[in-house]
């Protein structure tokens, strides 16, 4: 997370977080970073659908539709973040942290969108691990590819 607050800083952009699975998590992780009050805007923890339907105004039929584990969801919530927050780079995440299937979708099923300079990159990975490795696993993910993005 170093590395990504110190590339934010130098190309003077702010960021924020929309979280689902890892439960502001991804947030933190930022904020623990000195230098991070330049850059980091806030975040939103959208756990449950109703949160991502009445705080950030995702279209219930989306999630009806696809589920909150899905591509379409997480691309959703970035683009609602950022228009709520107006942050550079939005970074949002919904997926299956476990135990158990959800949505018929499997254990590790993370489905994650950045949002920077109007675009929206969708990715879809599974991870291994349990609900916390899982958790840690999207929180360095999303922030290599922020750093990819911004031309590393």
Do not use: W
Not at 28 to 47: N, R, W
Not at 63 to 68: D, L, Q, S
């Amino acid at each position: 997370m170093k590395e990504l607050v110190a590339r934010l800083q130098q190309h003077q952009l702010t960021i924020a977080t929309v979280e689902s699975l890892t439960g502001g998590l991804l947030c933190a992780k930022i904020s623990e970073v000195p230098g991070a009050s330049k850059v980091l805007k806030g975040g939103f923890v959208t756990y449950m659908s109703e949160v991502k339907e009445h705080v950030l105004g995702i279209d219930p039929n989306l999630i009806e539709t696809y589920g909150v584990v899905s591509k379409e969801c997480a691309k959703a919530m970035a683009i609602q973040g950022a228009k709520q927050i107006e942050a550079n780079i939005v970074l949002s995440c919904t997926g299956n942290a476990g135990p158990d299937v959800l949505e018929g979708k499997a254990v590790g099923l993370v489905d994650m969108a950045i949002y920077y300079d109007k675009d929206v990159y969708v990715f879809e990975e599974i991870f291994p691990g349990n609900r916390n490795e899982v958790r840690e696993q999207v929180c360095a993910y999303l922030a290599h590819k922020v750093l990819d993005i911004l031309g590393k």
